[in-house]
Nanobody
Framework: QVQLVESGGGLVQAGGSLRLSCALS????????MAWFRQAPGKDRETVAG????????DYADSVKGRFIISRDNAKNTMYLQMNSLKPEDTAVYYC??????????????????????WGQGTQVTVSS
């Protein structure tokens, strides 16, 4: 059984940075395409960033492009989200998710939340103005 545990959330001032981590246990992370999502109070959960099994392909929501960087270390079974130039509108609970994928490099369908079999419990990120 795959388990995902996020960490690294917290309170930061606007313009600051945070690095989230998502540790996968129970299986080898290289078998899974992975992604970050977030949910702000009163809003639907939305996509943030996705990364292929190899780590060589990444994609981002327009709202975070140029500020966030998704990466992974398959040797450590861990995915990361480096968040820079944070804004108050980035305040949300951040979730990591993974899904089995046959392709080592593709990211097709990564934004569809229903495609993901496993989810973490979330970590709160609060950005003060």
């Amino acid at each position: 059984q795959v388990q995902l545990v996020e960490s690294g959330g917290g309170l930061v001032q606007a313009g600051g940075s945070l690095r989230l981590s998502c540790a996968l246990s129970g299986r080898t992370s290289s078998s899974y395409q992975m992604a970050w999502f977030r949910q702000a109070p009163g809003k639907d959960r939305e996509t943030v960033a996705g990364i292929s099994r190899s780590g060589g392909s990444t994609d981002y929501a327009d709202s975070v492009k140029g500020r966030f960087i998704i990466s992974r270390d398959n040797a450590k079974n861990t995915m990361y989200l480096q968040m820079n130039s944070l804004k108050p509108e980035d305040t949300a609970v951040y979730y990591c998710a993974c899904r089995g994928a046959s392709s080592w490099t593709a990211l097709s369908g990564w934004t569809r939340q229903n495609n993901y079999q496993y989810w973490g419990q979330g970590t709160q990120v609060t950005v003060s103005s």
